[in-house]
């Protein structure tokens, strides 16, 4: 079966695209079943006409967190989303969506891209952040979506040094370069695997982690 996948983005929608060429090249066996943004102006928005996928675009703006969300929960409702996958969405999801998604496991079915190693640099600039602030290794995480902001399960995390001659650009680009390749591939792992084996793997799971 495949995994039927909302995915969320608000800008340039370039992980958008990766996910959508993953599918397309065979290698990740989901389907994007629509694409939804906050931005009606949003590049992603045109990535997913491009590719004949379904759109849903709402701006927020004069709508309360709650009335926005109830709207993209209503036209969600007729899609049989198993999976909505965060790819630089720029709203922050409240409890009120998210109980939407939730698995009989307790997790929610909702997945998103950091640009940074979590809990490192949370918010909306990762790469600025971490850039600016001097680290000499940097990465990106995808992870499942709890009520806090940039927080929940891990799933995956890859690293990269920064380099002598890096500016935020060269720097932004190969942290990107990474995401591309990830979030495809973190996707095939729910697919083929499933979330529950994916976090005893890491660990996360376990009532025994972190303690001796
Ligand atoms: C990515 O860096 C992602 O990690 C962050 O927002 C950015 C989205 O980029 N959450 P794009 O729209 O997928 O190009």
Known sequence: MRLKIAV??????????AIIDAIEDGGLGATIVCVVSNNPDAYALTIAREHGLEVFALSHKGLSREDHESKILDYLSKLEVDFVVLAGYMRVLTGHFLKAFKDPSGFFRVTNIHPALLPAFKGGNGYEDAFNYGVKLSGITIHLVDEE???????????????ADDTLESFRARGLALEHSLYPEVLAGIVNVGVEAMLVK?????????SK
């Open 8 to 17: 969320f983005a608000s800008g340039k929608g370039s992980n958008l695209k």
């Open 202 to 210: 890491n660990g996360a799971c376990s009532p025994a982690a972190g």
């Open 149 to 163: 902001v940039d927080h929940g399960p891990i799933l995956a995390q890859r690293a990269f040094p920064r380099l």
